[in-house]
C-alpha cells in the first residue's frame, strides 16, 4: 500500500554535478613490460652511484626524462591519452606539451603526503613496479568546504567519502586535473615501488587561454 507521505512527489532523482574525474588506462602487457624493463634498467644505471634506499626512504630524478629516447615510447601514450581526455572535455586548444616527468622510487614504508601540481592543466602516474601492498593511490575530495560539517556514516560510499582509493598494476596510466590532491600511502611490500609522474600543460597558453571569457 502506499503510504500518504510518499503522494506528494511525483518523480526524485540525483543529479551529479562539477564531477572531478579520473582517466585510467591500462597499457597492454606486450607493450608495457619492454618498455618498463628499460625503464628499471635506466633508473639502475643513474642510481649507479647511490646507496641502496633504506627503510622508508624515496628517490626522484630529474624532471626532463620525456627529453629521453629511452621514454620516447612512454612520451607518445601521454600525448595520446592528454589528447583523448581534451576531446572527452570538449576542450578547444587542443596543442599540450609535457612540461615535467620524472621517476619514484619508494623503498619499504615510504609514502608520498597530500598535495596537488600547481601550474598545469592535468597531470599524471605512469605504473613501472607495483605489487601487493604497493599498488594503490589515494585521490582527495578537492571542495574543501564539505569538511566544515562531517556528520558519522553508517556506511562509506562514493557519495560521502572524502578519498577515492584506486588501485594499479604495472602499465597503468593515470591522468587527473593537476588541482586534484592526492597522497600514496606507505609501501608495505619488501621490493621497491617505482613510477613515473608527469604534468601536461596547454602550449599556446597565451594564445588560447589568458583571453577573458567575457
Known sequence: MESKM????????????FPTFVWKT????????????????????????????APGETWQSDQALHESKQFRELTRWINAAAT??????????????????????????????????????????YYVKTGSGADTINFHDPRNQTGVIRPPVTRLT?????????????????????????????NQSDAERVSVSFNVMFSEFTECLSKPLW
Request: with cysteine.
Open 26 to 53: 591500462q597499457v597492454a602487457r606486450v607493450f608495457h613490460e619492454p618498455l618498463n624493463t628499460t625503464i628499471l634498467q635506466v633508473l639502475q644505471a643513474r642510481r649507479s652511484d647511490l646507496r641502496p634506499l
Open 84 to 125: 583523448s581526455v581534451l576531446k572527452f572535455l570538449q576542450i578547444g586548444c587542443d596543442a599540450v606539451e609535457i612540461t615535467a616527468c620524472w621517476a619514484n622510487i619508494y623503498a619499504r614504508g615510504a609514502s608520498h603526503r597530500i598535495h596537488n601540481h600547481p601550474n598545469n592543466f592535468l597531470s599524471g602516474v
Open 6 to 17: 510518499d503522494t506528494w512527489i511525483e518523480s526524485s532523482d540525483v543529479l551529479p554535478m
Open 158 to 186: 562514493a557519495e560521502n567519502a572524502d578519498q577515492v582509493v584506486v588501485t594499479v598494476q604495472n602499465g597503468a596510466l593515470l591522468l587527473f586535473p593537476s588541482y586534484l590532491q592526492h597522497s600514496v600511502d606507505p
